[in-house]
């Protein structure tokens, strides 16, 4: 499928009004759980392994809420298309945005850690609307190059940069003279070429990224969590942001790394319905070959 096909159904969809989009989020749940029973096996795996101390109802209840919750984080992102602005601000509370601005007063760029938790599509959106400053999103280029470029090309309607890990700190190097905000999703799976850390996470040998702590303490910037929680109105959120460590040049090797996948799995245990469980999270081990 090719660049303007997908763009074209992308744009379809994103017409559709957001209460169409639930109704077919709704069938999207009856298919996906119970007819074609999409990577089911592995949501209940993941969860499994991650609170061996759950019944097995506590599980499938978990999961169950979960597909419940995954077909609209689909039918949003279809929305990202011809969402605007207005929408975009209604739909997500920014709760403390001053523990952002207060580092950008001080004169000190932030780095900034998220997870495939909430609507973190929709955050980047938010995070482009909150300042003026360059915001760079530092992702994992997807295997189809199409697809990717397309969906990139969505995720920078509002000011943002999209930047591939590799090519982070080229851009940094630019921007060494302005302040401005790099945002991390710091819970996907590395390759083992790009990541040799494993730390326990949900009670299992986690492969982890170090990026966000490398880059932090390269820059001397702050490190600030953006955790995106879903309200009880479908369809919002908030944004709630904590720093988490104001001098990282104080902290050890994989300190940094340490806090943030911590502060990242207390918020899952807190509500774990809003994590992304179909996730391959535990495909590398350190048996692995590289």
Not at 48 to 64: C, H, L, R, Y
Not at 236 to 265: A, D, G, M, R, W
Request: hydrophobic content about 35%; charged content about 25%; glycine content about 4%.
């Amino acid at each position: 499928m090719n660049k303007k096909i997908i763009s074209g159904l992308l744009f379809s969809f994103s017409l559709l009004p957001f209460w169409a989009l639930y109704l077919l989020s709704d069938i999207l749940y009856f298919v996906l759980y119970y007819v074609c029973k999409y990577r089911k096996s592995i949501v209940i795996t993941n969860l499994k392994n991650s609170f061996p101390e759950k019944s097995e109802d506590e599980i499938k209840q978990i999961a169950k809420k979960f597909f419940h919750y995954f077909p609209d984080i689909i039918v949003e992102a279809l929305k990202m298309r011809t969402i605007t602005e207005k929408q975009i601000v209604a739909r997500i509370e920014l709760l403390n945005p001053e523990e952002v601005y207060k580092h950008f007063e001080t004169g000190k760029s932030v780095i900034g850690v998220t997870a495939h938790y909430g609507n973190w599509e929709l955050g980047i959106y938010r995070m482009s609307l909150m300042t003026a400053y360059p915001r760079l999103i530092i992702y994992k280029p997807l295997n189809n190059k199409d697809f990717d470029q397309v969906y990139n090309s969505l995720r920078t309607r509002f000011g943002a940069t999209m930047v591939p890990m590799k090519q982070i700190l080229r851009h940094l190097v630019r921007l060494k003279n302005q302040l401005n905000m790099s945002m991390f999703v710091a819970d996907q799976t590395p390759l083992h070429q790009d990541s040799d850390y494993f730390m326990e996470f949900l009670n299992q040998d986690t492969l982890v990224y170090t990026g966000a702590e490398r880059i932090a303490q390269l820059t001397e910037s702050p490190v600030v969590y953006c955790h995106i929680g879903r309200k009880e109105k479908r369809g919002h959120y908030y944004c709630k942001f904590t720093t988490l460590v104001e001098n990282p040049s104080t902290y050890q090797k994989h300190e940094i790394t340490q806090i943030h996948n911590k502060f990242t799995e207390k918020m899952i245990r807190e509500e774990p319905v809003y994590w992304l469980w179909t996730h391959r999270r535990w495909k590398r081990t350190r048996t692995t070959e590289k």
